[in-house]
């Protein structure tokens, strides 16, 4: 496959001239539209892409990216759930920008007009910012590192594998491991937008709403931004109503409110109030937060109970549930048998997809070379545009040896179990993963770097074997989900920067400024929690679910079945087995009921955190369905404003909430419930 690849883009380079000729021809027909169409506004006409990156643009990103970092930090400590932002972190760039503009027209300033292309600038570069705190292994494999998660996972299995959590070199691994994912796939950026035409959805549906943003009336421009600013403003001040209960124990506060009675709430059935999860359940599609409630029903609902009665016969009676030789155990390992059953059959499914789809595009292109498919005037532009400011193939292969160079050098210092050797082998397969995630997600809208990076982590884990295996597999984890994570955000975002006549250029370096941001902004996000809070604790508000499960995961890789507790492996083959049957009947059964069928990677979170923001997030869906019941028209407008409006506030709020807990400032109240 690679070869045919390395065939076309020689194809490619020999018809250059050809294509030269037609994109003169097609900039002398942009020119004679452009000054036609004087209805469109400045911020549809093209920019030098020079022009399109913008000092207030890069200030923009710093502080949108900083506040969706601290944003999805939390979400990651807590339960693990991130929903896609990327629409969310452009509307709230137009609504910045918007705000800034106006701001300085009342104060007799002029500025230079808010054009789409930096909108689409602020955009990139604020994702790729937080997508560092999303992928970086913050909330998975590097705190799975650290000597809390190795205590509960039984650190007698695995004596001294720990190291504990530092900005230096949390820092230093970041910039190692993420920056390298840029220069992966950029000599096939043509083929993979332009020529295989691949719609990467998120970008496609991010592109739509910039366009919209800058094509539609003031009026609903006016009421998207008030709209935003009224609900940020409440979730906001309802943070701080609430911080006011919690006192100094983790029981108290409106979060441990007993909405359905005490034993629910034992079992995690309760609502918490937090706006931070309604609106994350106002983005998420409705059967990801069914999923997530059928999920909390089977584990908290059903099985912990039953298999708490075992309690003596199963597991021994002394030992504390948090233990993995105890409930814990149970939990643990079969959210990863869920994980791993999804995962499994998804990622097969999709390199079935995308070996077929490249070998019938080859296919297609050996017995006829010279069909292709027509293209509208749009299109036409929309590729030429893409083209016409060409990004060197020898950028991206320079790139990615002279990061790997370092990486080689300097990974083995940092982590002394992984082999300089070990980080060779993951940038030689890397390249070939990152093209087989990239195409996927542009035919499905699935990124699975996670499933990418969990065959590093096996691989690295049998490599290294047992003194060293659990480390490097964590380590070897990140280096290969780093490459197919950023490598596909970057395409994703090239196909946003190619809908609305961005320059490729811009989007590159938008990316690799964000990225640069968001490798120094995501340690101190983590920090300011991990230093405020009790991260990892099973118990508490911040569970951090997946740094256990990723080192169990690496236990898994070095010791097999023998970590497991009493019938937990027949637990576990059970809703392995579960999860591709349901992915199974979802792909055989007709569309309208498939699209009902649970998700298990979703079941598999409240297994391990429990089934209070489940509720959350379905309240949010209730919300939406509602309003869309209500005024479709205005749902579709005004729900992207309002779920971001109180993510964004209840998160800003735990920027002071960390600062008084750093400085020993305790809420003076402490609400809590007891029987009668």
């Known amino acids: 496959m690679l070869k045919d690849l390395y065939m076309m883009s020689l194809e490619t380079k020999q018809n250059g001239e050809i294509e030269k000729e037609k994109r003169e021809d097609h900039m002398e027909l942009e020119r004679k539209e452009d000054g036609a169409d004087h209805h469109l506004d400045g911020s549809r006409r093209l920019q030098p892409w020079t022009q399109q990156i913008t000092i207030r643009g890069i200030v923009a990103s710093l502080i949108i990216g900083s506040i969706y970092s601290i944003i999805a930090m939390k979400l990651n400590l807590t339960t693990g759930m991130t929903p896609n932002m990327n629409v969310s972190a452009a509307l709230l760039a137009f609504v910045f920008m918007r705000t800034w503009t106006k701001m300085l027209q009342k104060s007799g300033i002029t500025s230079v007009p808010f054009t789409r292309h930096e909108n689409t600038m602020i955009q990139t570069c604020s994702v790729a910012c937080y997508s560092i705190a999303i992928g970086g292994g913050y909330g998975s494999y590097l705190l799975g590192l650290n000597k809390k998660t190795y205590e509960l996972s039984g650190g007698a299995s695995s004596p001294g594998t720990y190291k504990e959590p530092g900005v230096g070199w949390m820092m230093g691994y970041s910039f190692l491991v993420c920056f390298i994912g840029l220069f992966v796939l950029i000599p096939l950026r043509k083929v993979l937008i332009v020529d295989y035409k691949l719609v990467f959805p998120s970008g496609m549906a991010t592109a739509v709403l910039i366009n919209g943003f800058h094509s539609q009336g003031d009026d609903m421009a006016k009421q998207q931004v008030r709209g935003f600013a009224k609900y940020f403003s409440a979730s906001f001040l309802w943070g701080l109503f609430q911080w006011f209960f919690t006192g100094k124990e983790e029981e108290c506060g409106f979060v441990q409110f007993p909405t359905f009675g005490l034993q629910a709430w034992k079992n995690t059935f309760y609502f918490d109030f937090s706006m931070t999860y309604v609106g994350t359940g106002m983005i ?19 099985m912990w109970p039953l298999i708490g009665k075992n309690k003596g016969d199963w597991y021994p009676d002394g030992l504390p549930e948090s233990s993995m030789k105890s409930l814990n155990g149970y939990k643990a390992f079969i959210s990863i048998a869920l994980i791993l059953g999804d995962g499994l059959y998804n990622f097969t499914k999709i390199l079935y997809i995308t070996s077929m789809s490249v070998h019938g595009r080859f296919k297609t292109k050996n017995l006829n070379p010279v069909v292709q498919k027509k293209v509208n005037e749009e299109e036409q532009k929309q590729n030429e545009v893409f083209l016409r400011e060409t990004i060197p193939m020898s950028i991206g292969g320079i790139g990615y040896i002279v990061f790997a160079i370092i990486a080689v050098i300097a990974i083995p210092h940092m982590f002394p179990e992984v082999r300089w050797y070990y980080v060779i082998i993951a940038y030689i397969f890397a390249p070939s993963l990152a093209f087989c995630n990239a195409y996927g997600a542009g035919l499905t809208d699935i990124n699975m770097a996670y499933n990418y990076g969990k065959i590093g982590l096996f691989m690295m884990a049998a490599m290294a074997g047992k003194e060293d295996g659990v480390v490097a597999g964590m380590v070897g984890c990140g280096l290969v989900k780093s490459v197919v994570s950023v490598s596909c955000i970057l395409m994703h975002d090239l196909k946003t920067g190619q809908l609305t006549l961005t320059s490729p250029r811009t989007m590159l370096l938008s990316q690799a400024i964000g990225t640069a941001i968001g490798c120094m902004v995501s340690p101190l996000s983590f920090f300011l929690f991990y230093k405020a809070f009790d991260i990892g604790n099973p118990d508490g508000e911040y569970k951090a679910p997946y740094a256990l499960i990723y080192r169990n995961l690496a236990i898994l890789g070095v010791q097999g079945f023998s970590a497991l507790p009493k019938h937990c492996i027949q637990l576990c083959y059970g809703f ?58 205005e749902a579709d407008s005004m729900v992207p404003a309002v779920a971001s409006g109180l993510i964004c506030g209840e998160g800003m709020w735990s920027l002071p909430a960390s600062v008084l807990a750093l400085a020993k400032i305790r809420p003076p109240i402490c609400m809590k419930f007891l029987a009668s």
């Open 284 to 302: 998420c599609p409705h059967i990801v937060n069914l999923s997530l409630m059928f999920g909390a029903i089977v584990s908290w609902g059903i």
């Open 576 to 633: 392995f087995a579960f999860a591709v049957a349901i992915n199974m009947i979802k792909d055989v059964v007709p569309k309208k009921i498939g699209k009902w069928m649970p998700l298990p990677i979703c079941m598999a979170v409240p297994f391990l955190v429990g089934g209070y923001f489940a509720i959350d997030m379905c309240i949010g869906s209730l919300i939406v369905f509602v309003w869309h019941k209500l005024n479709d028209k």
